[in-house]
């Protein structure tokens, strides 16, 4: 059973670089598909970033290419790295895995505040 | 770039049916694209009920189905439960270039 955990400071202080892991268990992050996927406090959910094995990364344009995703074969993990960061990017990050007709599991998120 | 839309609110009575839709201002589900739906309840991650706008992930219980309606795709729940009080939200992959999700229904069991 794959299993997705999210890590990273729960801290960040404005104009920053975010920086956060997703450790996959249970299965090899050259099979499936993966995303970065965001939530800010009382708001809905926002696609960040998607990453196939061997495939194109993609971003969502409104990050204004501040966004850096990139996969870990050797650790089987999966990163985010988002560079001046400011208040706005308060939000519960979650990782997710999609692809092979398995629907879409997602991590447990992680809460990263902004603030000096 | 796409807009998602779906219904702010939908209140639904405990054994009742009621249906969910999400609408692609590009028309996407009639040109092969596909839906995956969520339901969060607060304080807890996202959890798919629903992919390829009609496939259910093992533990999604049978009273939610999925279907394309017209031009939008729909989460239909049908003999609503308490439990299933909860935000849903759709999401519409575009050719994985990027996706878009829809801003949510707040669904209401009373």
């Known amino acids: 059973q794959v299993q997705l955990q999210e890590s990273g400071p729960g801290l960040v202080k404005p104009s920053e670089t975010l920086s956060l892991t997703c450790i996959v268990s249970g299965d090899s992050i050259t099979n499936y598909h993966w995303s970065w996927i965001r939530q800010p406090p009382g708001q809905g959910l926002e696609w960040m970033s998607y990453?196939?094995?061997?495939?194109?990364?993609n971003y969502n344009p409104s990050l204004k290419s501040r966004a850096t995703m990139s996969l870990d074969t050797s650790r089987n993990q999966f990163s985010l790295k988002l560079t001046s960061v400011s208040a706005a990017d308060t939000a519960v990050y979650y990782c997710?895995?999609?692809?092979?007709?398995?629907?879409?599991?997602w991590g447990q998120g992680i809460l990263v505040t902004v603030s000096s | 770039q796409a807009v998602v839309t779906q219904e702010p609110s939908l209140t639904v009575s405990p054994g009742g049916t009621v249906t969910l839709t999400c609408a692609s201002s590009?028309?996407?589900?009639?040109?092969?694209?596909?839906a995956y739906w969520f339901q969060q309840k607060p304080g807890q991650a996202p959890r798919t009920l629903i992919y390829d706008t009609t496939k259910k992930q093992s533990w999604t219980p049978a009273r939610f189905s999925g279907s394309l309606l017209g031009d939008k795709a729909a989460l239909t729940l049908s003999g609503a439960q308490p439990e299933d009080e909860a935000d849903y939200y759709c999401l519409v992959p575009y050719s994985g270039v990027y996706w878009m999700f829809g801003g949510g229904t707040k669904l209401t069991v009373l």
């Open positions: 990453s196939a094995y061997r495939g194109s990364t």
């Open positions: 590009t028309g996407v589900f009639t040109s092969g694209y596909w």
């Open positions: 997710a895995r999609s692809g092979s007709d398995s629907g879409m599991r």
